[in-house]
């Protein structure tokens, strides 16, 4: 693209890149807890902005089958050129659709005063989905992981997969100075929403077994289906709706 007149800093391609992907949006905010202190007579006397912290969120096309996704399971910490302090992930996904490229997405938080620790970094070796690309409806001059080809199952046919990676963080108290210091992370939690348009003779996914799904990354495999929907709709085939929950104890 380009662009005539003013210079400007045009679009997202010149944020950061968390993985191998082009950015299609990308945001990062600051802010601190406002505290109001109150006088005898009930008003405000006076006003206390402190903990300050950011909360950054970044979403991109995925382009290379070979993609190093992070690795959550180990810890919550990446490093992301330009922002200073610790940067610790909430939510990462990848996300396939069919008819649509695949994206993957990362939310965490950004915390300036937060420095060293025993916290652990995120690894980057989750094995990604190769999908040859021979679809005769795409010419894509380079690499990208499209729609839901070449992932199976044996109810149906797969027309979304989304893989969820969660921490949840707790900020410690803040010091004198009203900077956090530290943060808790803890309770690490990776799931699966499957959308499946169902075979003539498909049964549903039943419950408490052990999702598979053909082509799929390895990441994506030994989940423990929590919950599996059969859904119908005017002018539209038989849906199965299956979630799959897998947490770092069931290696054990």
């Keep these: 693209m380009h662009n005539y007149g003013r210079s400007l800093v045009w679009g997202p391609s010149t944020a950061p890149s968390l993985f ?14 406002r505290q109001l202190i ?3 007579e009930g008003d405000y006397a006076a006003l206390a902005l402190h903990s300050e912290k950011g909360e950054l969120s970044f979403e991109a096309q995925i382009t290379d089958g070979s993609t190093n ?10 490093v992301v050129s330009g922002i200073s302090g610790t940067v610790l992930v909430t939510r990462a996904v990848e996300r396939w659709t069919l008819g649509q490229d695949k994206v993957g997405s990362i939310t965490a938080g950004v915390y300036p005063g937060v420095t060293g620790g025993t916290g652990t970094e995120a690894g980057a070796d989750l ?3 190769t999908p040859a690309q021979t679809l005769s409806f795409i010419h894509p001059g380079s690499k990208i992981i499209y729609g839901t080809a070449g992932l199976g199952h044996a109810s149906g046919v797969v027309h979304g997969l ?4 969660e921490w949840t963080l707790v900020d410690g108290d803040p010091t004198p100075e009203g900077v956090i210091a530290d ?19 498909a049964a549903a996914p039943a419950v408490d077994t052990v999702l598979e ?24 085939g038989k849906m199965y709706l299956v ?3 897998w947490i770092p104890a069931m290696e054990e």
């Excluded at 943060?183 to 003779?201: D, F, K, P, Q």
């Excluded at 390895?218 to 989940?223: E, F, P, Q, S």
Aim: charge should be positive; hydrophobic fraction near 40%; charged fraction near 20%.
């Design 20 to 33: 191998t992907g082009s950015c299609k949006s990308y945001s990062l905010r600051y802010a601190r807890t």
């Design 38 to 40: 109150e006088d005898g």
């Design 69 to 78: 996704f992070l690795d959550l399971s180990t810890g919550p910490k990446i």
């Design 127 to 129: 094995d990604a989905f």
């Design 162 to 165: 989304t893989i969820t990676q």
């Design 183 to 201: 943060v808790h992370a803890y309770g690490y939690l990776r799931t699966i929403a499957l959308e499946l348009l169902a075979g003539a003779s």
């Design 213 to 236: 799904v053909t082509g799929a990354p390895a990441h994506a495999a030994d989940h423990r289906i929590e919950s599996s929907e059969f859904r119908l709709a005017t002018k539209r």
């Design 243 to 245: 979630n799959a929950v």
